[in-house]
């Protein structure tokens, strides 16, 4: 794991706080606004924290500071707990693509939206994943546990209404893309 960050994002007042005190931390403090995030590329920061007065809107990462004013030693722990739950959810997540998919909260990331999944929906592409392409068959078996012989239209209707909330969320209809061999993710 690399060096840490924490963004403190629309909030130059807390930022300059954080500044005095910074030679205290282990992790590197940087200020930045909303033009400013939505350009940033959080996929190349191997450890870093948001923080927000205000809400995060599916800012991944992030930390909001709603109960100030609060002492500095408590917020300093709150940052440093923030940290450390990134870490543990960094190790329980998938990259697929251009896209993040969590294992513990069954979301698919895209810088910052997010896309709640079922649980049969992150093992579906958990595995086609694994396969690199999966045939309907080993997909009914490995995912469902049906036998192969067994003649249903779930996986076919699975795949459907994900490509349904992928297009929705992400405007993305070129994720699972099917062709003789079997499914495959782009």
């Known amino acids: ?18 500044s005095e005190i ?26 870093y924290l948001v923080i927000s007065l205000r ?16 002492k500095i030693l408590k917020l300093v722990e709150r940052i440093n707990l923030g940290f ?3 870490q543990f959810n ?23 939206i997010s896309l709640d999944l079922t649980e049969k929906e992150s093992d579906l592409l958990i595995f086609i994943n694994v396969k690199k392409k999966a045939s309907l068959k080993e997909i009914q078996k490995e995912v469902w546990g049906y036998s192969s012989n067994l003649e249903t239209h ?4 699975h795949i ?14 070129n994720f699972i893309k099917h062709d003789k061999q079997g499914y495959f993710l782009k």
């Open 90 to 112: 960094n190790q329980s997540e998938l990259k697929i693509g251009k896209y993040v998919l969590d294992f513990n909260s069954r979301k698919i990331f895209l810088k910052n």
């Open 154 to 157: 779930t996986v076919e209707t």
């Open 160 to 173: 459907y209404r994900l490509r349904k909330k992928m297009f929705k969320n992400f405007n993305d209809d």
């Open 55 to 70: 809400s995060c809107n599916g800012i991944k990462n992030c930390l909001i500071l709603d109960d100030l004013p609060q």
């Open 1 to 18: 794991m690399g060096s840490k960050l924490l963004l403190v994002y629309n909030s130059a007042k807390l930022f300059e706080i954080l």
């Open 84 to 86: 450390l739950k990134n």
């Open 22 to 47: 910074k030679e205290n931390f282990n992790f590197a403090i940087r200020h930045v606004d909303k033009k400013e995030f939505e350009t940033l590329n959080l996929d190349k920061l191997d450890n």
